[in-house]
T-cell receptor, first 111, second 113 residues
Framework: NAGVTQTPKFQVLKTGQSMTLQCAQD?????MSWYRQDPGMGLRLIHY???????DQGEVPNGYNVSRSTTEDFPLRLLSAAPSQTSVYFC??????????FGPGTRLTVL | QQQVKQSPQSLIVQKGGISIINCAYE??????FPWYQQFPGKGPALLIA?????SEKKEGRFTISFNKSAKQFSLHIMDSQPGDSATYFC????????????FGTGTRLLVSP
């Protein structure tokens, strides 16, 4: 059981570039989420999904897109990267039992 | 508007001492209150959680105290060890389906040897 996996671990982008952060889970969890972590601000919810084909916005969705075509995968797309998107991104999954399991994170720098 | 306020921002405790981190919430619909532990370069991991039907929950050296009327909850780490040095986040969420988990801003704990 790998749990929640994220790729890449590190990424450097130039302003305006696009990229996709990958997230996968092998626990057959219904719910998946993306958070960003910034110093002094805790973790903030970007987007989440309650099942395949169903997504919704979190607290800070602007500049990010998501889709959920399978139960296992929940990629996060940055369409046109901005320096304000420099952050550490965490994917999480959970069942209805509340506990969210987090991946190891992707550290993104936008120049 | 921050719905979960956490303090202190950082904490230094001597080995063997008690570490105490406090959180306060505003939304009375919250009914699940987890604490997450995060080591540098890692994702947060669930440490302990409580529901408001009890005032205290203990797991090993970690205890959550919950005060529903004051809308406050706290994490106590007894006999703190250098290996407990990490960032701790409190969080809260509602009670049905997928309710968004709202995090505090985190407390960086350093336990000195």
């Amino acid at each position: 059981n790998a749990g929640v996996t994220q790729t890449p671990k590190f990424q450097v982008l130039k302003t305006g570039q696009s990229m996709t952060l990958q997230c996968a889970q092998d626990m057959n969890h219904e719910y998946m989420s993306w958070y960003r972590q910034d110093p002094g601000m805790g973790l903030r919810l970007i987007h989440y999904s309650v099942g395949a084909g169903i997504t919704d916005q979190g607290e800070v969705p602007n500049g990010y897109n998501v889709s959920r075509s399978t139960t296992e995968d929940f990629p996060l797309r940055l369409l046109s990267a901005a320096p304000s998107q420099t952050s550490v991104y965490f994917c999480a999954s959970s069942s209805a039992a509340d506990t969210q399991y987090f991946g190891p994170g992707t550290r993104l720098t936008v120049l | 508007q921050q719905q979960v306020k956490q303090s202190p921002q950082s904490l230094i405790v001597q080995k063997g001492g008690i570490s105490i981190i406090n959180c306060a919430y505003e939304n009375t619909a919250f009914d699940y209150f987890p604490w997450y532990q995060q080591f540098p370069g890692k994702g947060p991991a669930l440490l302990i959680a409580i529901r408001p039907d009890v005032s205290e929950k203990k797991e090993g050296r970690f205890t959550i105290s919950f005060n529903k009327s004051a809308k406050q909850f706290s994490l106590h780490i007894m006999d703190s060890q250098p290996g407990d040095s990490a960032t701790y986040f409190c969080a809260a969420k509602g009670n049905t389906g997928f309710q968004k988990l709202v995090f505090g801003t985190g407390t960086r704990l350093l336990v000195s040897p």
